[in-house]
Protein backbone atom coordinates (compact mmCIF):
# COMPACT_ATOMS: atom_id res chain seq x y z
CA UNK A 1 0.00 0.00 0.00
CA UNK A 2 1.36 3.60 -1.18
CA UNK A 3 1.32 6.39 1.22
CA UNK A 4 -1.02 9.23 -0.28
CA UNK A 5 -1.32 12.78 0.78
CA UNK A 6 -0.83 13.51 4.74
CA UNK A 7 -0.67 9.79 4.79
CA UNK A 8 -3.74 8.61 3.54
CA UNK A 9 -3.50 5.74 1.79
CA UNK A 10 -3.17 6.05 -2.12
CA UNK A 11 -5.75 3.34 -2.85
CA UNK A 12 -8.62 5.10 -0.69
CA UNK A 13 -8.04 7.80 -3.31
CA UNK A 14 -8.44 5.53 -6.29
CA UNK A 15 -11.19 3.85 -4.82
CA UNK A 16 -12.78 7.22 -4.32
CA UNK A 17 -11.87 8.00 -7.75
CA UNK A 18 -13.47 5.72 -9.42
CA UNK A 19 -16.86 5.75 -7.47
CA UNK A 20 -16.85 9.14 -8.69
CA UNK A 21 -16.64 8.14 -12.33
CA UNK A 22 -18.78 5.54 -11.87
CA UNK A 23 -21.44 8.06 -10.16
CA UNK A 24 -20.67 10.72 -13.32
CA UNK A 25 -21.30 7.97 -15.83
CA UNK A 26 -24.53 7.06 -13.84
CA UNK A 27 -25.45 10.96 -14.15
CA UNK A 28 -24.63 11.35 -17.70
CA UNK A 29 -26.95 8.24 -18.47
CA UNK A 30 -29.40 9.71 -16.46
CA UNK A 31 -29.60 12.88 -18.21
CA UNK A 32 -29.05 11.62 -21.85
CA UNK A 33 -32.16 9.79 -21.54
CA UNK A 34 -34.27 12.28 -20.12
CA UNK A 35 -33.54 14.56 -22.79
CA UNK A 36 -34.04 11.88 -24.82
CA UNK A 37 -37.55 11.40 -23.53
CA UNK A 38 -38.20 15.01 -23.97
CA UNK A 39 -37.56 15.48 -27.47
CA UNK A 40 -40.30 14.62 -30.49
CA UNK A 41 -38.88 11.07 -31.96
CA UNK A 42 -39.96 12.81 -35.15
CA UNK A 43 -38.42 15.74 -35.23
CA UNK A 44 -34.50 16.14 -35.87
CA UNK A 45 -31.38 18.30 -36.50
CA UNK A 46 -28.44 17.44 -38.15
CA UNK A 47 -26.82 20.62 -36.80
CA UNK A 48 -26.26 20.23 -33.05
CA UNK A 49 -26.66 24.19 -32.48
CA UNK A 50 -29.78 23.97 -32.64
CA UNK A 51 -30.71 20.72 -31.28
CA UNK A 52 -32.47 22.76 -28.24
CA UNK A 53 -35.22 23.51 -30.60
CA UNK A 54 -36.34 19.76 -30.75
CA UNK A 55 -36.97 18.96 -26.67
CA UNK A 56 -39.31 20.16 -24.43
CA UNK A 57 -38.32 22.76 -22.39
CA UNK A 58 -37.97 22.29 -18.46
CA UNK A 59 -39.54 25.06 -15.97
CA UNK A 60 -36.39 26.43 -15.25
CA UNK A 61 -35.58 26.74 -19.32
CA UNK A 62 -39.50 28.89 -19.57
CA UNK A 63 -38.31 31.00 -16.57
CA UNK A 64 -34.86 31.93 -18.09
CA UNK A 65 -36.56 32.99 -21.22
CA UNK A 66 -39.40 34.31 -19.77
CA UNK A 67 -36.59 36.71 -17.53
CA UNK A 68 -36.84 39.65 -19.85
CA UNK A 69 -40.39 40.00 -19.58
CA UNK A 70 -40.01 40.10 -15.50
CA UNK A 71 -37.09 42.96 -16.04
CA UNK A 72 -39.80 45.39 -18.28
CA UNK A 73 -42.25 44.46 -15.43
CA UNK A 74 -40.22 46.22 -12.61
CA UNK A 75 -39.33 49.37 -15.62
CA UNK A 76 -43.50 49.39 -16.14
CA UNK A 77 -43.29 49.63 -12.08
CA UNK A 78 -41.07 52.50 -11.59
CA UNK A 79 -42.57 54.04 -14.90
CA UNK A 80 -46.33 53.94 -13.48
CA UNK A 81 -45.61 55.26 -9.96
CA UNK A 82 -43.16 58.09 -10.44
CA UNK A 83 -43.36 59.32 -13.58
CA UNK A 84 -46.64 61.29 -13.63
CA UNK A 85 -45.42 62.67 -10.33
CA UNK A 86 -41.79 63.37 -11.67
CA UNK A 87 -43.27 65.40 -14.27
CA UNK A 88 -45.88 67.40 -12.03
CA UNK A 89 -42.89 68.31 -10.02
CA UNK A 90 -40.78 69.62 -12.50
CA UNK A 91 -43.74 71.83 -13.20
CA UNK A 92 -45.66 70.45 -15.59
CA UNK A 93 -49.31 71.35 -15.09
CA UNK A 94 -51.50 68.56 -14.96
CA UNK A 95 -53.48 69.64 -18.25
CA UNK A 96 -50.58 69.04 -20.35
CA UNK A 97 -49.15 66.11 -18.42
CA UNK A 98 -51.70 64.20 -19.67
CA UNK A 99 -50.67 65.03 -22.64
CA UNK A 100 -47.48 63.50 -22.63
CA UNK A 101 -48.60 59.77 -22.14
CA UNK A 102 -50.45 60.69 -25.35
CA UNK A 103 -46.94 60.61 -27.42
CA UNK A 104 -45.46 57.16 -27.10
CA UNK A 105 -48.85 55.00 -28.07
CA UNK A 106 -49.27 57.59 -30.84
CA UNK A 107 -46.15 56.57 -32.53
CA UNK A 108 -46.41 52.42 -30.93
CA UNK A 109 -49.87 52.12 -32.77
CA UNK A 110 -47.79 52.10 -36.05
CA UNK A 111 -44.40 51.25 -35.16
CA UNK A 112 -45.41 48.30 -33.57
CA UNK A 113 -47.05 46.24 -36.11
CA UNK A 114 -44.09 47.46 -38.61
CA UNK A 115 -41.26 46.24 -36.10
CA UNK A 116 -43.23 42.46 -35.84
CA UNK A 117 -42.70 42.34 -39.90
CA UNK A 118 -39.07 43.27 -39.65
CA UNK A 119 -38.73 40.92 -37.01
CA UNK A 120 -40.29 38.12 -39.26
CA UNK A 121 -38.33 39.10 -41.98
CA UNK A 122 -34.71 39.93 -39.79
CA UNK A 123 -31.62 37.89 -41.61
CA UNK A 124 -29.29 38.89 -38.76
CA UNK A 125 -27.32 35.46 -37.44
CA UNK A 126 -28.35 36.61 -34.20
CA UNK A 127 -31.83 34.99 -35.08
CA UNK A 128 -35.16 37.21 -35.75
CA UNK A 129 -35.76 38.62 -32.05
CA UNK A 130 -33.04 38.82 -30.19
CA UNK A 131 -31.94 41.68 -32.45
CA UNK A 132 -35.12 43.15 -31.67
CA UNK A 133 -35.02 42.76 -27.96
CA UNK A 134 -31.47 44.16 -27.65
CA UNK A 135 -32.52 46.70 -29.96
CA UNK A 136 -35.62 47.99 -27.95
CA UNK A 137 -33.44 47.82 -24.23
CA UNK A 138 -31.21 50.07 -25.60
CA UNK A 139 -34.26 52.35 -25.43
CA UNK A 140 -35.57 51.43 -22.04
CA UNK A 141 -32.01 51.82 -20.49
CA UNK A 142 -31.51 55.25 -21.91
CA UNK A 143 -35.29 56.02 -20.37
CA UNK A 144 -34.51 54.78 -17.04
CA UNK A 145 -31.61 56.82 -17.09
CA UNK A 146 -32.96 60.33 -18.00
CA UNK A 147 -36.37 60.32 -16.49
CA UNK A 148 -35.36 60.96 -13.12
CA UNK A 149 -32.05 63.09 -14.41
CA UNK A 150 -33.70 64.58 -17.26
CA UNK A 151 -33.85 68.19 -14.95
CA UNK A 152 -30.66 68.10 -13.13
CA UNK A 153 -29.17 67.25 -16.64
CA UNK A 154 -31.42 70.52 -18.13
CA UNK A 155 -29.75 72.63 -15.55
CA UNK A 156 -26.57 71.56 -16.38
CA UNK A 157 -26.57 72.02 -20.06
CA UNK A 158 -28.13 75.20 -19.79
CA UNK A 159 -31.76 75.82 -18.02
CA UNK A 160 -31.12 79.20 -16.27
CA UNK A 161 -33.27 80.99 -13.46
CA UNK A 162 -34.74 84.27 -13.06
CA UNK A 163 -33.17 86.87 -11.79
CA UNK A 164 -35.67 88.03 -9.46
CA UNK A 165 -35.27 84.11 -7.66
CA UNK A 166 -32.10 83.38 -5.33
CA UNK A 167 -30.04 81.07 -6.79
CA UNK A 168 -29.20 78.29 -4.19
CA UNK A 169 -30.36 75.40 -5.02
CA UNK A 170 -30.65 72.27 -3.09
CA UNK A 171 -30.50 69.46 -4.72
CA UNK A 172 -32.50 66.84 -2.63
CA UNK A 173 -34.70 65.42 -5.38
CA UNK A 174 -32.84 64.34 -8.29
CA UNK A 175 -36.44 65.24 -10.20
CA UNK A 176 -37.24 68.76 -8.27
CA UNK A 177 -35.03 71.87 -7.83
CA UNK A 178 -35.80 73.28 -4.21
CA UNK A 179 -35.59 77.43 -4.20
CA UNK A 180 -34.90 80.31 -1.70
CA UNK A 181 -37.66 82.13 -3.39
CA UNK A 182 -40.85 82.39 -5.16
CA UNK A 183 -41.68 78.64 -6.08
CA UNK A 184 -44.86 79.10 -8.01
CA UNK A 185 -43.00 82.00 -9.95
CA UNK A 186 -40.36 79.41 -10.96
CA UNK A 187 -43.11 76.95 -12.47
CA UNK A 188 -44.96 78.76 -14.48
CA UNK A 189 -41.97 80.97 -15.94
CA UNK A 190 -41.11 78.26 -18.08
CA UNK A 191 -37.06 79.09 -17.45
CA UNK A 192 -36.49 75.00 -17.50
CA UNK A 193 -36.76 73.85 -21.03
CA UNK A 194 -34.02 71.78 -21.35
CA UNK A 195 -34.75 69.91 -18.29
CA UNK A 196 -38.48 69.32 -19.18
CA UNK A 197 -38.02 68.16 -22.93
CA UNK A 198 -35.27 65.77 -21.70
CA UNK A 199 -37.38 64.29 -19.35
CA UNK A 200 -40.14 64.18 -21.81
CA UNK A 201 -37.98 62.24 -24.02
CA UNK A 202 -36.75 59.80 -21.40
CA UNK A 203 -40.57 59.21 -20.61
CA UNK A 204 -41.12 58.56 -24.39
CA UNK A 205 -38.31 56.65 -24.65
CA UNK A 206 -39.00 54.35 -21.82
CA UNK A 207 -42.94 53.97 -22.73
CA UNK A 208 -42.66 53.08 -26.28
CA UNK A 209 -40.09 50.67 -26.07
CA UNK A 210 -40.81 48.77 -23.04
CA UNK A 211 -44.56 48.13 -24.42
CA UNK A 212 -42.43 47.48 -27.95
CA UNK A 213 -40.44 44.92 -26.24
CA UNK A 214 -42.71 42.62 -24.95
CA UNK A 215 -43.71 41.63 -28.70
CA UNK A 216 -40.31 40.07 -29.53
CA UNK A 217 -39.69 38.81 -26.06
CA UNK A 218 -43.04 36.57 -26.40
CA UNK A 219 -41.97 35.95 -30.18
CA UNK A 220 -38.87 34.66 -28.92
CA UNK A 221 -40.09 32.17 -26.57
CA UNK A 222 -42.50 30.52 -28.74
CA UNK A 223 -39.91 30.19 -31.83
CA UNK A 224 -37.50 28.46 -29.48
CA UNK A 225 -40.22 25.98 -27.77
CA UNK A 226 -42.16 23.00 -29.21
CA UNK A 227 -46.19 23.82 -29.75
CA UNK A 228 -46.62 21.25 -26.69
CA UNK A 229 -44.72 23.80 -24.20
CA UNK A 230 -46.51 27.49 -25.78
CA UNK A 231 -49.14 26.81 -22.76
CA UNK A 232 -46.68 26.24 -19.97
CA UNK A 233 -44.35 29.28 -22.01
CA UNK A 234 -46.90 31.86 -21.97
CA UNK A 235 -48.25 30.75 -18.53
CA UNK A 236 -44.89 31.03 -17.33
CA UNK A 237 -44.57 34.29 -19.11
CA UNK A 238 -47.45 35.96 -17.23
CA UNK A 239 -45.70 34.52 -14.22
CA UNK A 240 -42.57 36.15 -14.43
CA UNK A 241 -44.44 39.53 -15.77
CA UNK A 242 -46.50 39.54 -12.47
CA UNK A 243 -43.38 39.04 -10.33
CA UNK A 244 -42.04 41.39 -11.80
CA UNK A 245 -44.67 44.31 -11.41
CA UNK A 246 -45.04 42.83 -7.55
CA UNK A 247 -41.40 43.05 -6.71
CA UNK A 248 -41.16 46.26 -8.69
CA UNK A 249 -43.79 48.21 -6.82
CA UNK A 250 -42.52 47.00 -3.74
CA UNK A 251 -38.97 48.47 -4.57
CA UNK A 252 -40.81 51.72 -5.16
CA UNK A 253 -42.66 51.71 -1.85
CA UNK A 254 -39.20 51.67 -0.12
CA UNK A 255 -38.63 55.11 1.35
CA UNK A 256 -34.60 54.99 -0.36
CA UNK A 257 -33.70 58.70 0.40
CA UNK A 258 -33.81 57.85 4.31
CA UNK A 259 -30.51 55.60 3.51
CA UNK A 260 -26.78 56.67 2.79
CA UNK A 261 -27.35 55.00 -0.14
CA UNK A 262 -30.47 56.71 -1.94
CA UNK A 263 -29.29 60.04 -0.72
CA UNK A 264 -26.33 59.38 -2.94
CA UNK A 265 -28.05 58.52 -6.34
CA UNK A 266 -29.96 61.69 -5.76
CA UNK A 267 -33.38 60.47 -4.08
CA UNK A 268 -36.15 58.03 -4.05
CA UNK A 269 -36.92 58.41 -7.71
CA UNK A 270 -33.01 58.12 -9.01
CA UNK A 271 -32.58 55.28 -6.40
CA UNK A 272 -35.48 53.54 -7.82
CA UNK A 273 -35.10 54.07 -11.41
CA UNK A 274 -30.92 53.36 -10.90
CA UNK A 275 -31.80 49.87 -9.12
CA UNK A 276 -34.44 48.56 -11.60
CA UNK A 277 -32.02 49.82 -14.42
CA UNK A 278 -29.49 46.98 -13.02
CA UNK A 279 -31.85 44.34 -12.70
CA UNK A 280 -33.65 44.92 -16.25
CA UNK A 281 -29.84 44.22 -17.59
CA UNK A 282 -29.67 41.35 -15.15
CA UNK A 283 -33.11 39.49 -16.40
CA UNK A 284 -31.99 40.75 -20.05
CA UNK A 285 -28.62 38.93 -19.91
CA UNK A 286 -30.42 36.19 -18.74
CA UNK A 287 -33.00 35.66 -21.67
CA UNK A 288 -30.77 36.86 -24.87
CA UNK A 289 -27.97 34.13 -23.22
CA UNK A 290 -30.51 31.31 -22.65
CA UNK A 291 -31.08 29.80 -26.43
CA UNK A 292 -29.63 30.32 -29.69
CA UNK A 293 -32.01 31.22 -32.42
CA UNK A 294 -32.39 29.64 -35.62
CA UNK A 295 -31.06 32.34 -38.29
CA UNK A 296 -33.96 32.88 -41.11
CA UNK A 297 -31.48 32.47 -43.83
CA UNK A 298 -31.27 28.31 -42.48
CA UNK A 299 -35.08 28.18 -41.87
CA UNK A 300 -35.92 28.94 -45.17
CA UNK A 301 -32.60 26.22 -46.67
CA UNK A 302 -34.36 23.61 -44.27
CA UNK A 303 -37.94 24.35 -45.12
CA UNK A 304 -37.17 24.43 -49.18
CA UNK A 305 -36.90 20.83 -49.95
CA UNK A 306 -39.73 19.53 -48.06
CA UNK A 307 -42.80 20.66 -45.75
CA UNK A 308 -42.53 18.07 -43.75
CA UNK A 309 -44.49 18.22 -40.18
CA UNK A 310 -40.68 18.71 -38.71
CA UNK A 311 -40.29 21.87 -41.35
CA UNK A 312 -44.14 22.94 -40.24
CA UNK A 313 -44.04 22.82 -36.92
CA UNK A 314 -40.49 24.16 -35.60
CA UNK A 315 -38.42 25.93 -38.67
CA UNK A 316 -41.91 28.06 -39.25
CA UNK A 317 -41.99 30.00 -35.88
CA UNK A 318 -44.14 32.65 -34.44
CA UNK A 319 -44.74 35.85 -37.11
CA UNK A 320 -45.78 38.87 -34.53
CA UNK A 321 -47.91 40.32 -37.71
CA UNK A 322 -48.65 37.93 -40.62
CA UNK A 323 -50.24 35.82 -42.33
CA UNK A 324 -51.09 32.22 -40.25
CA UNK A 325 -51.91 30.62 -43.08
CA UNK A 326 -54.48 27.28 -43.49
CA UNK A 327 -55.94 26.25 -39.68
CA UNK A 328 -57.34 23.51 -40.84
CA UNK A 329 -53.74 22.27 -41.32
CA UNK A 330 -52.75 24.05 -38.42
CA UNK A 331 -55.27 21.62 -35.90
CA UNK A 332 -54.52 18.57 -37.73
CA UNK A 333 -51.24 19.21 -37.12
CA UNK A 334 -50.85 20.32 -33.37
CA UNK A 335 -53.91 17.25 -32.78
CA UNK A 336 -50.82 14.86 -33.99
CA UNK A 337 -48.56 16.08 -31.73
CA UNK A 338 -50.49 15.30 -28.83
CA UNK A 339 -51.94 19.03 -27.56
CA UNK A 340 -54.17 18.54 -24.86
CA UNK A 341 -57.42 20.35 -25.12
CA UNK A 342 -56.96 22.95 -22.13
CA UNK A 343 -57.70 26.59 -22.75
CA UNK A 344 -54.47 27.37 -22.77
CA UNK A 345 -53.13 25.01 -25.53
CA UNK A 346 -56.89 25.88 -27.82
CA UNK A 347 -55.33 29.29 -27.24
CA UNK A 348 -51.34 29.18 -27.56
CA UNK A 349 -50.90 26.34 -29.99
CA UNK A 350 -52.23 28.64 -32.63
CA UNK A 351 -49.98 31.23 -31.70
CA UNK A 352 -46.92 29.28 -33.36
CA UNK A 353 -48.55 30.04 -36.94
CA UNK A 354 -47.81 28.51 -40.33
CA UNK A 355 -46.78 31.14 -43.17
CA UNK A 356 -48.35 30.66 -46.26
CA UNK A 357 -52.11 30.49 -47.59
CA UNK A 358 -54.44 27.69 -48.68
CA UNK A 359 -52.66 27.40 -51.99
CA UNK A 360 -49.13 27.07 -50.17
CA UNK A 361 -47.49 30.36 -51.13
CA UNK A 362 -46.50 32.92 -49.32
CA UNK A 363 -47.94 36.03 -48.97
CA UNK A 364 -46.07 39.15 -46.79
CA UNK A 365 -48.26 41.50 -45.17
CA UNK A 366 -47.18 44.89 -44.67
CA UNK A 367 -47.65 47.62 -42.81
CA UNK A 368 -50.59 48.68 -45.14
CA UNK A 369 -52.25 45.23 -45.35
CA UNK A 370 -52.37 45.30 -41.88
CA UNK A 371 -54.19 48.90 -41.61
CA UNK A 372 -57.05 47.62 -43.73
CA UNK A 373 -57.31 44.84 -41.32
CA UNK A 374 -58.05 46.67 -38.93
CA UNK A 375 -60.67 49.05 -41.23
CA UNK A 376 -61.96 45.89 -42.80
CA UNK A 377 -62.37 43.81 -39.84
CA UNK A 378 -65.25 40.99 -39.04
CA UNK A 379 -68.09 42.10 -36.95
CA UNK A 380 -66.92 39.55 -34.35
CA UNK A 381 -62.91 41.02 -34.22
CA UNK A 382 -64.40 44.57 -34.12
CA UNK A 383 -67.08 43.83 -30.92
CA UNK A 384 -64.07 42.58 -29.18
CA UNK A 385 -61.61 45.26 -29.97
CA UNK A 386 -64.25 47.67 -29.11
CA UNK A 387 -64.77 46.16 -25.65
CA UNK A 388 -60.65 45.74 -25.44
CA UNK A 389 -60.51 49.50 -25.77
CA UNK A 390 -62.89 50.08 -23.16
CA UNK A 391 -60.91 47.32 -20.77
CA UNK A 392 -57.49 49.17 -21.16
CA UNK A 393 -59.03 52.63 -21.20
CA UNK A 394 -59.90 51.94 -17.73
CA UNK A 395 -57.10 50.00 -16.90
CA UNK A 396 -54.76 52.96 -17.75
CA UNK A 397 -56.75 55.22 -15.82
CA UNK A 398 -55.79 53.72 -12.36
CA UNK A 399 -51.95 52.33 -13.78
CA UNK A 400 -50.66 55.97 -14.62
CA UNK A 401 -52.49 57.74 -12.07
CA UNK A 402 -53.05 55.63 -9.13
CA UNK A 403 -49.92 57.28 -6.97
CA UNK A 404 -50.85 60.63 -8.00
CA UNK A 405 -54.53 60.47 -6.80
CA UNK A 406 -53.09 58.63 -3.51
CA UNK A 407 -51.00 61.09 -2.90
CA UNK A 408 -52.92 63.65 -3.35
CA UNK A 409 -56.55 62.46 -2.52
CA UNK A 410 -56.01 60.06 0.24
CA UNK A 411 -52.92 61.63 1.64
CA UNK A 412 -53.80 64.88 0.76
CA UNK A 413 -50.60 66.14 -0.17
CA UNK A 414 -49.32 68.93 -3.09
CA UNK A 415 -47.39 67.90 -5.93
CA UNK A 416 -46.04 71.02 -6.67
CA UNK A 417 -45.19 72.46 -2.65
CA UNK A 418 -41.88 72.48 -1.84
CA UNK A 419 -39.81 72.28 1.51
CA UNK A 420 -39.51 75.37 1.88
CA UNK A 421 -43.30 76.93 0.96
CA UNK A 422 -44.99 73.66 2.08
CA UNK A 423 -43.43 70.96 3.63
CA UNK A 424 -46.11 69.06 5.05
CA UNK A 425 -47.78 69.09 1.80
CA UNK A 426 -44.77 68.03 -0.22
CA UNK A 427 -44.08 65.21 2.56
CA UNK A 428 -47.72 64.17 2.22
CA UNK A 429 -47.45 63.79 -1.16
CA UNK A 430 -44.41 61.61 -1.13
CA UNK A 431 -45.74 59.39 1.17
CA UNK A 432 -48.61 58.94 -0.69
CA UNK A 433 -46.81 58.12 -3.78
CA UNK A 434 -44.74 55.07 -1.93
CA UNK A 435 -48.08 53.78 0.01
CA UNK A 436 -49.59 53.38 -3.56
CA UNK A 437 -47.01 51.70 -4.59
CA UNK A 438 -48.12 49.37 -2.09
CA UNK A 439 -51.21 49.17 -3.57
CA UNK A 440 -49.85 48.22 -7.28
CA UNK A 441 -47.76 45.31 -5.84
CA UNK A 442 -51.15 44.00 -4.49
CA UNK A 443 -52.32 44.75 -8.26
CA UNK A 444 -49.84 42.86 -9.84
CA UNK A 445 -49.83 40.27 -7.29
CA UNK A 446 -53.40 39.44 -7.58
CA UNK A 447 -52.90 39.46 -10.99
CA UNK A 448 -50.76 36.33 -11.06
CA UNK A 449 -53.43 34.53 -8.69
CA UNK A 450 -56.43 34.90 -10.60
CA UNK A 451 -54.17 33.57 -13.98
CA UNK A 452 -53.74 30.58 -12.23
CA UNK A 453 -57.60 29.92 -11.33
CA UNK A 454 -59.41 31.65 -14.69
CA UNK A 455 -59.05 28.95 -16.70
CA UNK A 456 -61.06 26.44 -14.11
CA UNK A 457 -63.13 29.77 -14.25
CA UNK A 458 -64.13 29.83 -17.77
CA UNK A 459 -64.98 26.18 -17.72
CA UNK A 460 -67.24 26.26 -14.77
CA UNK A 461 -69.05 29.37 -15.32
CA UNK A 462 -68.68 30.31 -19.00
CA UNK A 463 -66.37 32.43 -20.79
CA UNK A 464 -68.85 35.55 -20.66
CA UNK A 465 -70.03 35.40 -17.34
CA UNK A 466 -66.25 35.35 -16.69
CA UNK A 467 -65.45 38.34 -19.46
CA UNK A 468 -68.66 40.22 -17.92
CA UNK A 469 -67.49 39.54 -14.13
CA UNK A 470 -64.08 40.51 -14.13
CA UNK A 471 -65.51 44.09 -15.50
CA UNK A 472 -68.07 44.37 -13.28
CA UNK A 473 -65.56 43.90 -10.24
CA UNK A 474 -62.96 46.09 -11.17
CA UNK A 475 -65.80 48.76 -11.29
CA UNK A 476 -67.25 47.73 -8.34
CA UNK A 477 -63.70 48.13 -6.43
CA UNK A 478 -62.98 51.61 -8.50
CA UNK A 479 -66.36 53.08 -7.79
CA UNK A 480 -65.56 52.13 -3.43
CA UNK A 481 -61.99 53.72 -3.66
CA UNK A 482 -63.35 56.94 -4.77
CA UNK A 483 -65.83 57.07 -2.66
CA UNK A 484 -64.46 56.40 0.64
CA UNK A 485 -60.36 57.33 -0.25
CA UNK A 486 -58.84 55.35 2.91
CA UNK A 487 -55.66 54.05 2.83
CA UNK A 488 -57.06 50.48 3.79
CA UNK A 489 -59.82 51.07 0.95
CA UNK A 490 -56.76 51.61 -1.60
CA UNK A 491 -54.82 48.62 -0.79
CA UNK A 492 -57.76 46.13 -0.65
CA UNK A 493 -59.74 47.67 -3.40
CA UNK A 494 -56.25 47.57 -5.83
CA UNK A 495 -56.86 43.73 -6.28
CA UNK A 496 -59.68 44.07 -8.25
CA UNK A 497 -57.16 46.03 -10.93
CA UNK A 498 -55.27 42.35 -10.74
CA UNK A 499 -58.60 40.35 -11.43
CA UNK A 500 -59.25 43.23 -14.39
CA UNK A 501 -55.92 43.00 -15.49
CA UNK A 502 -55.16 39.00 -15.77
CA UNK A 503 -59.06 39.56 -17.80
CA UNK A 504 -57.20 41.97 -20.64
CA UNK A 505 -54.30 39.07 -20.55
CA UNK A 506 -56.56 36.42 -20.97
CA UNK A 507 -59.86 36.19 -22.65
CA UNK A 508 -59.75 38.53 -25.99
CA UNK A 509 -56.58 36.38 -27.21
CA UNK A 510 -58.57 33.59 -26.23
CA UNK A 511 -61.74 34.50 -28.21
CA UNK A 512 -59.46 35.29 -31.18
CA UNK A 513 -57.78 31.82 -31.01
CA UNK A 514 -61.37 30.27 -30.79
CA UNK A 515 -62.80 32.26 -33.52
CA UNK A 516 -59.92 31.10 -36.37
CA UNK A 517 -60.26 27.68 -34.53
CA UNK A 518 -63.82 27.30 -35.42
CA UNK A 519 -64.06 29.08 -38.65
CA UNK A 520 -66.12 32.01 -37.75
CA UNK A 521 -64.44 34.49 -39.71
CA UNK A 522 -65.15 32.11 -42.88
CA UNK A 523 -68.95 32.18 -42.18
CA UNK A 524 -69.17 35.94 -41.29
CA UNK A 525 -70.17 37.74 -44.96
CA UNK A 526 -67.43 40.57 -46.09
CA UNK A 527 -68.84 44.00 -45.19
CA UNK A 528 -67.32 45.99 -47.91
CA UNK A 529 -66.04 45.44 -51.47
CA UNK A 530 -62.56 45.98 -50.54
CA UNK A 531 -63.11 42.52 -47.89
CA UNK A 532 -64.29 40.58 -51.08
CA UNK A 533 -61.25 42.06 -53.14
CA UNK A 534 -59.14 40.40 -50.19
CA UNK A 535 -60.64 37.40 -49.10
CA UNK A 536 -58.26 35.23 -50.99
CA UNK A 537 -56.28 36.48 -48.13
CA UNK A 538 -56.84 34.59 -45.32
CA UNK A 539 -57.10 36.56 -41.83
CA UNK A 540 -53.63 35.45 -40.15
CA UNK A 541 -54.05 34.77 -36.42
CA UNK A 542 -51.04 36.77 -35.91
CA UNK A 543 -52.72 40.02 -37.35
CA UNK A 544 -56.07 39.58 -35.33
CA UNK A 545 -54.04 39.61 -31.96
CA UNK A 546 -51.41 42.12 -33.26
CA UNK A 547 -55.00 44.28 -33.86
CA UNK A 548 -56.39 43.34 -30.44
CA UNK A 549 -53.33 44.29 -28.85
CA UNK A 550 -52.82 47.50 -30.33
CA UNK A 551 -56.31 48.95 -28.48
CA UNK A 552 -53.97 49.46 -25.36
CA UNK A 553 -52.14 52.32 -27.26
CA UNK A 554 -55.35 53.77 -28.43
CA UNK A 555 -56.72 53.86 -25.21
CA UNK A 556 -53.72 55.19 -23.55
CA UNK A 557 -54.06 57.99 -26.24
CA UNK A 558 -57.70 59.10 -25.99
CA UNK A 559 -57.54 58.70 -22.36
CA UNK A 560 -54.28 60.53 -21.99
CA UNK A 561 -56.05 63.43 -24.59
CA UNK A 562 -59.15 63.66 -21.81
CA UNK A 563 -57.93 62.82 -18.75
CA UNK A 564 -55.94 66.17 -18.31
CA UNK A 565 -59.55 68.06 -19.39
CA UNK A 566 -61.50 66.29 -17.16
CA UNK A 567 -59.11 66.67 -13.75
CA UNK A 568 -58.71 70.16 -14.98
CA UNK A 569 -62.48 70.87 -14.45
CA UNK A 570 -63.31 68.76 -11.55
CA UNK A 571 -59.80 70.04 -9.75
CA UNK A 572 -59.23 66.41 -8.78
CA UNK A 573 -57.40 63.28 -9.34
CA UNK A 574 -60.69 61.57 -7.97
CA UNK A 575 -62.04 61.71 -10.86
CA UNK A 576 -59.78 59.34 -13.18
CA UNK A 577 -60.32 56.81 -10.48
CA UNK A 578 -64.59 57.80 -11.36
CA UNK A 579 -64.00 57.73 -14.97
CA UNK A 580 -61.74 54.13 -14.63
CA UNK A 581 -65.06 52.79 -13.10
CA UNK A 582 -67.51 54.15 -15.30
CA UNK A 583 -65.25 52.93 -18.26
CA UNK A 584 -65.53 49.44 -16.94
CA UNK A 585 -68.77 49.41 -17.26
CA UNK A 586 -69.04 50.52 -20.19
CA UNK A 587 -66.40 47.23 -21.28
CA UNK A 588 -68.08 45.55 -19.67
CA UNK A 589 -71.66 46.12 -21.16
CA UNK A 590 -69.88 45.40 -24.48
CA UNK A 591 -68.48 42.13 -23.62
CA UNK A 592 -72.14 40.95 -23.12
CA UNK A 593 -72.13 41.80 -27.02
CA UNK A 594 -69.45 39.71 -27.99
CA UNK A 595 -69.60 36.22 -29.80
CA UNK A 596 -68.63 33.14 -27.53
CA UNK A 597 -69.55 30.87 -30.06
CA UNK A 598 -70.46 28.38 -27.22
CA UNK A 599 -67.74 28.63 -24.79
Not at 46 to 69: C, E, F, G, M, N
Not at 83 to 93: A, E, Y
Not at 235 to 256: D, E, I, N, P
Not at 522 to 545: C, F, W, Y
Request: glycine share 8%; net charge negative; aromatic share 12%.
Amino acid sequence: MSAGWYGIPADAFEDLRQRTVFRLQELGEWTHTRYRNLVDPRLACSDPRYQHLYRRKTTWDLIRLSAAVCGIEFCYAAETAFVSPTLLKIGIPVLYMTLIWCLSPAIGFFLVPFLGSCSDRCGSWMGRRRPFILLLSIGIVFGLALVPHGSSLGYFLGDSLPEHINETIFLTNSTFFELDGDDEAFLAGGIRPIGIILTIVGVMALDLCADSCQSPARAYLLDVCLPEDHARGLSTFTAMAGLGGGLGYMLGAVHWEQTSWGAALGGQEASVFFIVLLIYLVCLTITITSFREMPRQMIEQLKAPTKSLAAESIFEPYDEGTATGNYDRLHHHRASLGNGNSIENELYSDLAPLHGTTDGEDLPVTLQDYLWSIVYMPASLRVLCLTNLCCWMSLVCYSLYFTDFVGQSVFGGDPTATRQSDGEARRLYEEGVRFGCWGMSIYSVSCSVYSSVIERLIFRLGAKKVYVGGQLIYSIGMFLMAITRNKFCVILFSATAGIMYSTLFTMPFFLVAHYHSSGLFDEEQPVSARAVMNKKHIRGLGTDVATVSSMVFLAQFILSSLNGTLVHITGSPTSTVVLSAVLSCCGAFAATKVTYVNL
